[in-house]
């Protein structure tokens, strides 16, 4: 008997463990029946608009369950989306008090909230938020701080942000855009050497060298002038259009129209039609007018441009005297033509504009709107 209750031992012990087992599966079970069942009424209550108990057993399914934190941001992102934003903030003000979440759904969840808030017009709330997470070390939040702050127009706040926490900032577009702030406090406070800071950044961005050259240019400093512009020509030959005539006039003033025609030699092949254009004006002066013509008209044959047509006619109409006069109205027409049409395009997302806008109106990035291109364009 002895002997038989020892064999019973192992079948006793086997026994007790997959009964403890089934139970603690079934234990499990009726946990996530029980969240399911929750989260389900929480949802039907959302969806009918009765926030308020909707939000009771949302919070006591997190108070049994902090797995269920993506579904909620679904939902709120859901919510945001369909412009229902008093939803959306509640459900992430929800997140926000809960002390079990883990650290990277609560900087998540915050996120989601300050764009909530930006959506909604709170935009110090907004900013709140976005600052806790720029001091935690989460760049996920710098595109909305500075779009933040270019609607503001807080240019400081951004710049001290940047100086700060520069570690943050390494997309192009974003040191493109502190480098505007930088201008755009130096315009406002009048204070020149904000926009030097600016030229100093590793990012090289545009704005800096124009508004220095354009400074210089009025101070009559032609010297300083000629060199932020050169600069600016030469690496981003696009942008000569803005500011040809005050470079030409500065080294006029210097004397040096013939580094300037040099300088229009060197960009002739990166340039677009105006450089052509006034390398054209470069051979008419020499006297070369008939060498002018033949190279814009197989110019032209390559890229086709109405402003290049434009002077191709006022060249045509010094060789024809008996021509002249129907070739001054033909021009005319053109030019008439070309007033109607948009300076300046955003590289990005093809606004048009007659006007120049460092910051596109349209799709909110800073150094995308340049002269434009093309057969209207520069």
Same mark, same amino acid.
């Given at each position: 008997?002895?002997?038989?209750?020892?064999?019973?031992?192992?079948?006793?012990? #086997?026994?007790?463990?997959?009964?403890?087992?089934?139970?603690?599966?079934?234990? =499990?079970? /009726?946990?996530?029946?029980?969240?399911?069942?929750?989260?389900?009424?929480?949802?039907?209550?959302?969806?009918?608009?009765?926030?308020?108990?909707?939000? +009771?057993?949302?919070?006591?399914?997190?108070?049994?369950?902090?797995?269920?934190?993506?579904?909620?941001?679904? @939902?709120? !992102?859901?919510?945001?989306?369909?412009?229902?934003?008093?939803?959306?903030?509640?459900?992430?003000?929800?997140?926000?008090?809960?002390?079990?979440?883990?650290? /990277?759904?609560?900087?998540?969840?915050?996120?989601?909230?300050?764009?909530?808030?930006?959506?909604?017009?709170?935009?110090?709330? =907004?900013?709140?938020?976005?600052?806790?997470?720029?001091?935690?070390?989460?760049?996920?939040?710098?595109?909305?701080?500075?779009?933040?702050?270019?609607?503001?127009? +807080?240019?400081?706040?951004?710049?001290?942000?940047?100086?700060?926490?520069?570690?943050?900032?390494?997309?192009?577009?974003?040191?493109?855009?502190?480098?505007?702030?930088?201008?755009? =406090?130096? @315009?406002?406070?009048?204070?020149?050497?904000?926009?030097?800071? #600016?030229?100093? @950044?590793?990012?090289?961005?545009?704005?800096?060298?124009?508004?220095?050259?354009? =400074?210089?240019?009025?101070?009559?400093?032609?010297?300083?002038?000629?060199?932020?512009?050169?600069?600016?020509?030469?690496?981003?030959?696009?942008?000569?259009?803005?500011?040809?005539?005050?470079?030409?006039?500065?080294?006029?003033?210097?004397?040096?129209?013939?580094?300037?025609? +040099?300088?229009?030699?060197?960009?002739?092949?990166?340039?677009?039609?105006?450089?052509?254009?006034?390398?054209? +004006?470069?051979?008419?002066?020499?006297?070369?007018?008939?060498?002018?013509?033949?190279?814009?008209?197989?110019?032209?044959?390559?890229?086709?441009?109405?402003?290049?047509? !434009?002077?191709?006619?006022?060249?045509?109409?010094?060789?024809?005297?008996?021509?002249?006069?129907?070739?001054?109205?033909?021009?005319?027409?053109?030019?008439?033509?070309? #007033?109607?049409?948009?300076?300046?395009?955003?590289?990005?997302?093809?606004?048009?504009?007659?006007?120049?806008?460092?910051?596109?109106?349209?799709?909110?990035?800073?150094?995308?709107? @340049?002269?434009?291109?093309?057969?209207?364009?520069?």
């Amino acid at each position: 008997m002895l002997e038989l209750l020892f064999l019973l031992l192992p079948v006793a012990a #086997a026994y007790g463990y997959v009964m403890g087992k089934n139970s603690a599966k079934n234990q =499990a079970h /009726e946990q996530n029946r029980i969240i399911t069942s929750e989260y389900s009424k929480g949802l039907k209550y959302l969806l009918d608009r009765e926030e308020d108990q909707g939000l +009771e057993h949302l919070i006591k399914l997190l108070e049994v369950s902090a797995d269920t934190v993506e579904h909620y941001l679904t @939902l709120a !992102s859901l919510f945001r989306k369909r412009g229902e934003l008093d939803r959306a903030i509640k459900i992430h003000e929800l997140l926000l008090k809960q002390p079990s979440l883990a650290n /990277e759904d609560l900087a998540t969840n915050r996120l989601e909230l300050a764009l909530d808030y930006i959506m909604a017009g709170m935009l110090d709330s =907004a900013e709140e938020h976005l600052v806790v997470l720029i001091k935690s070390g989460h760049n996920e939040a710098v595109d909305p701080i500075l779009s933040l702050y270019s609607q503001l127009r +807080e240019w400081n706040k951004g710049v001290n942000m940047y100086e700060a926490h520069r570690n943050l900032f390494t997309k192009p577009q974003q040191l493109a855009t502190i480098a505007n702030y930088y201008c755009e =406090a130096g @315009l406002e406070e009048k204070d020149g050497e904000l926009i030097e800071r #600016a030229f100093r @950044l590793k990012h090289r961005a545009l704005r800096p060298l124009f508004e220095l050259g354009k =400074a210089a240019f009025a101070k009559k400093d032609y010297v300083k002038s000629i060199y932020y512009w050169r600069e600016l020509a030469t690496y981003q030959p696009v942008t000569v259009p803005l500011f040809i005539k005050d470079l030409e006039a500065s080294y006029h003033a210097l004397n040096l129209d013939e580094q300037f025609d +040099e300088l229009i030699e060197e960009l002739l092949c990166q340039g677009g039609v105006l450089i052509r254009i006034k390398y054209c +004006e470069v051979l008419v002066k020499n006297g070369e007018v008939e060498k002018a013509i033949l190279f814009l008209t197989s110019s032209l044959k390559r890229e086709p441009s109405i402003r290049g047509f !434009s002077f191709l006619l006022q060249l045509l109409s010094r060789k024809q005297d008996d021509m002249s006069d129907v070739l001054a109205q033909v021009d005319k027409l053109v030019r008439s033509y070309i #007033a109607t049409k948009h300076e300046y395009q955003c590289r990005h997302c093809g606004f048009h504009s007659h006007t120049l806008y460092w910051l596109c109106p349209s799709c909110k990035h800073w150094e995308t709107t @340049l002269p434009a291109k093309g057969l209207d364009g520069y």
